[in-house]
């Protein structure tokens, strides 16, 4: 075994040493129900291994999902809620955007094959992309629709704000079908009935949002259901993302006491 070879087995044995010592600690702790991933870093880390096509790193991220997903599983979280594409990103160049169209209908298809157990439902303004995406995403949906594993929610030309005024439109035609007046409405309108207008109606709020790459920030992502959150920002780039690395953000929710505003 050549010196660096020796290096990478010291350091894959210490990683798994220090990844059992994680899940030891995590026994009997507080699970978070729904995580939230803002899966960053894709086109920086393509950078930073000296690959030329940005889109290499968005299909070595889109690798890293499975495992990701696979993860959560044996920790527990029932509803998992990717950020793989943001409303703004439909602004970008048609070179650079359908390629990423294609591998995240590659991901749904993925995620949707006969061997996987979960259930999957896209969520975004999916009247802003292509129909051949859609199609995707909708097939991926009706085809694990009733598996026995986690909920995973794809978001997919998603936007925070969009989300919202969406479900107040939709809240508003609800009523005018039932004849409901305006003056009405305001005299019972309140924070659920909008949230059950949501595109994660029916679904838990997350508890843990991971944000990976270094980025302090949400960029719209879930911008009503994250009112009482947890957030948990790592420095790895999204396709060097971890095992430990979900295990550090797990730690980090069990450690903090929540007020929900209290």
Known sequence: MCAVGARQWVRDVLTQMYERRLARQLVGADVPRHVGAIIDGNRRWAKATGLLDPNAGHRRGADRIASFLGWCDEAGVEVVTLFLLSTDNLSRPEPELTPLLRIIEGVAQDLSAPD????LRPVGALGLLPA????????????????????????VGYGGRRE????????????????TSLDELVEVLDVEHIAEHLYTRGQPDPDLVIRTSGEQRLSGFLLWQTAHSEFYFTDVYWPDFRRVDLLRALRAYAARHRRFGG
Do not use: Y
Not at 166 to 172: F, K, N, P
């Open 132 to 155: 051949e995406t859609v199609a995707v995403l909708k097939e991926a949906e009706e085809t694990t629709r009733g598996r026995p594993g986690a909920h995973v929610n794809l978001a």
């Open 164 to 179: 919202i005024a969406d479900a107040v439109r939709s809240l508003l035609a609800e009523h005018a079908s039932r004849g």
């Open 116 to 119: 996987r157990r979960w259930q």
